[in-house]
């Protein structure tokens, strides 16, 4: 006989699916677990009505070229005006993600968002818990310290008038599921390389999402790190070339769905290796979601070289890191050096957050940049990393 749904018992039955358990005050919430299955939360009203999607019947002209002045120039080497305010900070692995603990994004000072922008071009994306009073003013307002605030061309933006550089994020109950639609080594993507000037630091806040365990985590891939696990000759080879980012593909499906594309879409040649100018480090720049050429070689070797990179980003696991969001909290990352990646597998979870961007730099190859790997090797006294497949090896399991 079936167990019944009124009071738990241990068992390893399954509860039909999306059904609440009742829980009688007498028996431990450990015994509510259910393998795979978080309660969904019911949504009569939304707390923030305001940041909800729109897609406006907007014109606007091309971007053109504007002055970018890299914040994290005057950041602290060892970020201590940042860090004064925090609690606790750790790495969340070697190459890419850092988890900052007691800082208030909505009241730092200059000297602190100096030391933040300069923590992010090092570790790529940082990650900040239960950010409530950050709100949207004061996360377009950090964003625009950094630099002048991108608008979007085609994505949604909030109901509410005057926030057109801000992206929103939704997908709630009634939203398909979209992941038969995309390979997932596609869903990695650079926002924007498409424009002149694509974005440095960027800001994504979870206004409400799936509870824990319930998915919508996001990845981020550290293109410092792409670039170091390349073969000096790789790295050789594509030091001297472009790729083609292109924004028709984009543009054409919001005109598929009827929805306006507010500026045309353009197609940009971007150096496939870029170098940063806060860290001199050369990062790999490239992404399988709007790179469609690869610059003066064959198609067939461009295809290639497309295939090679889309791998090497999607499946080269110490370049990635993973968080796990809960409501409020941050992430803050530098899109020049990281590539990301949405996760599904979270519906029929609401999930409703907002993103700031802003400009950067005309992306530039410098052939005095360094390597992130081989600096920081000598700088704490680490060995060589082995590329060439020679020695002895373990495989790690």
């Known amino acids: 006989m079936a167990p019944s749904l009124e009071e738990p018992t241990r068992t390893t039955a399954l509860l039909p699916k999306y059904q609440k ?16 299955y978080t309660t969904v939360e019911s949504h009569t009203t939304c707390e923030h009505d305001d940041l909800k999607p729109t897609f406006p019947n907007l014109h606007w002209e091309p971007l053109i070229e504007v002055p970018y002045y890299d914040k994290g120039i005057y950041g602290h080497p060892r970020f201590l005006n940042l860090l004064d305010a925090a609690t606790d900070i750790f790495d969340c692995n070697p190459k890419i993600g850092t988890v900052i603990l007691g800082v208030d994004l909505a009241s730092l000072t200059d000297a602190q968002k100096n030391d933040l922008a300069r923590l992010i071009s090092i570790r790529g994306v940082v990650f900040f818990r239960n950010q409530g009073s950050f709100d949207i003013e004061a996360q377009r307002k950090l964003g625009a310290y950094f630099g002048k605030l991108h608008k979007h061309a085609t994505t949604s933006i909030p109901r509410r008038p005057g926030l057109e550089d801000v992206h929103v994020v939704y997908t709630d109950e009634k939203s398909k599921d979209q992941r038969a639609n995309f390979t997932p080594s596609f869903l990695w993507h650079s926002d924007v390389t498409y424009e002149i ?78 170098t940063h100018p806060v860290t001199g480090w050369k990062s790999l720049f490239f992404n399988p979601g709007f790179v469609t050429k690869i ?47 949405a996760s599904y597998g979270f519906a029929p979870h609401r999930r409703h957050a907002v993103r700031v961007a802003c400009h950067a730099e005309r992306p530039v190859f410098d052939p005095r940049g360094k390597s992130q790997e081989d600096e920081l090797n000598e700088l704490y006294g680490l060995p060589s990393i082995n590329k060439d497949g020679s020695g002895k090896s373990n495989y790690n399991d």
């Open 295 to 341: 610059v003066g070689v064959p198609k067939t070797e461009s295809d290639a070289v497309i295939g090679y990179l889309n791998e090497v980003i999607a499946t080269t696991q110490e370049l990635h890191v993973r968080f796990q969001w809960q409501k409020n909290d941050v992430a803050f990352w530098d899109n020049r050096i990281c590539t990301h990646s």
């Open 21 to 36: 358990v009742a829980h009688p005050a007498d028996i431990p919430r450990t015994q509510d677990y259910v393998p795979g």
């Open 197 to 274: 000037q694509p974005p440095s630091y960027t800001s994504l806040k979870l206004l409400s999402g799936p509870p824990r365990g319930g998915g919508g985590d996001t990845l981020w891939a550290s293109q410092y790190a792409a670039y170091d696990s390349l073969s000096p000759y790789m790295q050789k080879y594509l030091e001297g070339l472009n790729a083609l980012h292109s924004a028709e593909m984009q543009a054409e499906g919001s005109r598929r769905l009827g929805r306006p594309v507010r500026r045309e879409p353009v197609i940009t040649s971007h150096p496939l290796i870029r």
